[in-house]
């Protein structure tokens, strides 16, 4: 005669609980987007500051300006993302999972939004009237590592160079990681003030500091430089253009060409550039 615990039941949830993730695009609202894209390339034109001449006789000629015109070049990213499984996997299985890989899909394409973003903030930008010729970001606005994290000082002299390029004070960003905010709360030279104010970010009571709303990202999805320094950046929201061909979407289909297996398919066309260096300012952070 068999034991009762042949008897006894198991119960499993019939859905899938998504692991801990980024689950949408931090970076998006923080830069400029265009969704009206078509073709391989996309030109941004820009106009430069003029100045006023002044009139120094009674019906003298008339003096003309030459505005200075730029332009920049967004090339477009394809991005897929794809998960097959058999009928008979489905089978085996309690759940249906076609709809969380759906939502998987589409949170990695909020992730890779960013990375694309990130990846412009220093990159190379492509400018002129074709795009042939190549801007590399401006050394003067880098502040360097100076053997510490991301700091009071170093967000002030932030702020001083935009200030100084006459950058508007609204739609201000930084960019960077927890440790980094985590840096900011451990300094002994912080006023009350400013800690409190930190620590008000940290809790989330606020998210600004310093004129900057604060955006962490995932410490490994923001770059490193050379020496291994954390890249964080402040910048204003026109520094950066994204530019979208094709939104974040997907379709479920059988592949009858693998045995009618199920097809969760995503797929995104995006781009982005760096329009203005004046705009932007790259502090390297120590770890």
Sequence with gaps: MGNVTVAFTRQYEDNITQLVQQTSSKLRPTVLVDTNFTGEYKFYDQLGSTSMIPKTSRNQDTPSIDPDHN????????????????????LSMIIDP?????????????????????????????????GSTSTSFNSDNQIAVGGTGLTINKLLEAKRRLDNADVEAEDRVCVCSPLQIEGLLKQTEITSADYNTVRALVKGDIDTFLGFKFVTISTNRLVTDDSSSRLCYCYHKAAMQLAIQKEASGRIDERPDKNYAWQVFFSMTIGATRLEEARIIQIACAE
């Design 71 to 90: 332009r920049r070049r967004i090339s477009k990213q394809d991005f897929i993302h794809n998960v097959l499984f058999d009928k008979e996997d489905q």
């Design 98 to 130: 076609k709809s969380a890989y759906s939502q998987s899909a589409a949170m990695a394409a909020g992730r890779q939004m960013d990375d694309v973003i990130i990846a412009a903030y220093n990159a190379t930008a492509y400018t002129g009237k074709t």
